[in-house]
């Protein structure tokens, strides 16, 4: 490592800093004490750690509300937090967990254990932020190719005319261009904030489709979108509802029968807004299995299994219940959102 590892150590006890400051002298680390959590906070806001270790027993802001609000901001929730604590019940450990931590210790210290299990953590964090800067660099080199063929694409449509090779070069573009989307906020989901607004379902649906217009065309395949609500409005972050839409509409044209229609229908129920989603397809063996990260019903179908699982998860944030029901001929993926 280039820069020595920046570490905070938190505890209301002077002397136990004192120990740690010795204990660690050996791993060439730059260390900050502090004997509050209001404090390490202040000072995190300034200039951001590798690595905190943080006492639980302390007045005024205990160790598992400073990790807790260390892990609510998408700046600051990547910061491995080790727990070192005199608590050795399993209900105390588990809550270090369940807030976020990576690690606890119990006290007293085994002197040891601590500069290995801190070495551990230092190697991780950076081997992950090696990896942040290798997939920020990675998606660019994808990004930008395929903007240039998309943009080749429209050209040579010009000059040539559509045919089936062009629809078929540009729904192939299309599907990778969803895998690299659900790739980024697959990545990206725990820091980045994603913000909600108010957005017209029926309008957002209609738009969406036109994207995947090559896919259709290739397939030919018919989308047919009908509501009986008035303006029907959610709440949701526009990235997020893209990314389940577009996915719910990519696997909807991914297995539906050549030449058949998918059915989109937004209707009332018991003062909800239900979104159905349905195609023509063969039956599903076990359709809650498709929320499974990485499953694939159909292997020789293009994806990598996130992107229904990405869906799952953006559900839950909006509390939105989805249910799948498939018979012999019909798919189909039924939404309840719930205006707040």
């Known amino acids: 490592m280039e820069n020595k590892p920046y570490i905070i150590a938190v505890d209301d006890t002077p002397y136990n800093l ?18 509050s959590g209001a404090q390490a906070l202040q000072m995190i806001n300034t200039r951001q750690p590798d690595l905190v270790l943080l006492d639980i027993l302390m007045p ?4 598992y509300e400073v990790c807790e609000k260390l892990k609510s901001k998408p700046e600051t929730n990547h910061i491995p937090i080790v727990f070192l604590s005199a608590l050795d019940d399993i209900d105390s450990k588990m809550k270090a967990f369940e807030v976020g931590g990576v690690d606890y210790i119990t006290k007293p210290f085994n002197t040891l254990e601590v500069a290995a299990r801190v070495k551990t953590h230092l190697k991780q964090h950076y081997m992950l932020e090696e990896m942040n800067v290798l997939l ?23 000059e040539k005319a559509d045919n089936e090779h062009i629809q078929s070069i540009k729904a192939s ?10 790739m980024y906020y697959a ?7 994603y913000p909600s ?17 090559p896919q259709m065309s290739y397939n030919k395949l018919k989308f047919e979108i009908s509501t009986s609500i008035d303006s029907p409005m959610i709440k ?8 389940l839409i577009d996915n719910l509409f990519s696997n909807a044209i991914k297995y539906a029968n050549k030449e058949s229609t998918v059915h989109v229908n937004i209707s009332p129920s018991n003062e909800k807004i239900k979104l159905e989603i349905s195609n023509n397809s ?4 076990d359709p809650q299995k498709l929320f499974d990260e990485l499953y694939r019903e159909d292997h020789s179908v293009m994806g990598l299994g996130i992107g229904l699982s990405i869906v799952k998860k953006i559900c839950d944030k909006y509390n939105i219940s989805i249910n799948v029901d498939s018979n012999d001929d019909t798919t189909s993926f039924i939404l309840h959102y719930e205006e707040k």
Request: with cysteine; proline share 1%; net charge negative.
């Open 187 to 193: 990545i990206k989901k725990e820091v980045r904030a």
């Open 136 to 158: 920020k660099e990675s998606f660019h080199e994808i990004y930008t190719p395929l903007g240039l063929i998309k943009s080749s694409l429209s050209l040579l449509e010009l």
């Open 282 to 285: 063969k039956k599903i063996k």
């Open 173 to 182: 573009v299309q599907s990778l261009h969803s895998i690299y989307e659900d």
């Open 197 to 213: 607004e108010w957005i017209d379902l029926e309008q957002f649906l209609k738009d969406r489709v036109k994207v995947f217009k």
């Open 236 to 243: 949701m972050n526009i990235t997020e509802l893209e990314r």
């Open 60 to 63: 005024e802001m205990n160790g």
């Open 18 to 35: 004192e120990v740690l400051t010795m204990i660690l002298m050996d791993i060439d680390a730059e260390i900050e004490c502090v004997e």
